[in-house]
């Protein structure tokens, strides 16, 4: 069945180090990718999404790479901040007729001042 | 403009119960999917419905079960609770179904507990 793999499940780094979260999906087929950042007792947030057509996106410090071949892409941050401390998921999307994200089991990234 | 809303908040029911949650969409948005958000866990999806009509299916029981309003308001609806359906319930919403070239939003969530 769909699957997202997520990795690493905890990430500490020290502020303005780069952080780097890959994700791996199971179906082809998918075509849409987004990343979801969740502070505690938040809602998901999209903080950046790419679709199958291209191979990297950027917005500011956070960058999105995506392999289709390999199935496999990866979240970027770099000059980390203390705010960017959170839960991060990733997510494919795209099989079938529906638009249900598969989610992957999430990175709690801890920034350290 | 207003975001993604959900009710209630926070729900506290014993086994056995039924529950109904609500989500209204933003302005404009005809797509709504629900969520199951275990702790410790990522979202898994349960529905999602577009202008009105069932889209998709996750893999929960018939326990589970949703629907839409004409005003694209939706609500989902869970009998016989257990212990395990303690978690957080997020809608999302989006403006077509075809989440490859629009945003999910999501709400910021229903609170469940099953004692």
């Known amino acids: 069945g769909e699957n997202v793999e997520q990795h690493p499940s905890t990430l500490s780094v020290q502020e303005g180090d780069s952080a780097v979260i890959k994700c791996t999906y199971s179906d082809s087929a998918s075509n849409y990718f987004p990343w979801y950042k969740q502070e505690l007792g938040k809602r998901p947030q999209l903080i950046i999404d790419?679709?199958?057509?291209?191979g990297e996106k950027k917005d500011q410090r956070i960058a999105v790479t995506l392999n289709k071949t390999a199935k496999h892409f990866s979240l970027h941050i770099t000059e980390t901040q203390p705010e960017d401390s959170a839960v991060y998921f990733c997510?494919?999307?795209?099989?079938?007729?529906?638009?249900?994200?598969?989610f992957g089991t999430g990175t709690r990234l801890q920034v350290f001042p | 403009d207003a975001g993604v809303t959900q009710s209630p908040t926070h729900l506290i029911k014993t086994r056995g119960q039924h529950v109904t949650l609500r989500c209204s969409p933003i302005s404009g948005h005809k797509s709504v999917s629900w969520y199951q958000q275990v702790l410790g866990q990522g979202p898994q999806f349960i529905f999602q419905?577009?202008?009105?009509?069932?889209?998709g299916r996750g893999n929960f029981p018939d326990r589970f079960s949703a629907r839409q309003f004409p005003n694209y308001s939706s609500e989902l609806n869970v009998n016989a609770l257990l212990l395990g359906d303690s978690a957080l319930y997020l809608c999302a919403t989006q403006t077509t179904g075809t989440s490859a070239y629009n945003e999910q939003f999501f709400g910021p969530g229903t609170r469940l507990t099953v004692l």
């Open positions: 790419i679709r199958s057509n291209v």
């Open positions: 419905y577009y202008e009105k009509e069932e889209r």
């Open positions: 997510a494919a999307s795209g099989v079938g007729n529906t638009d249900k994200l598969i």
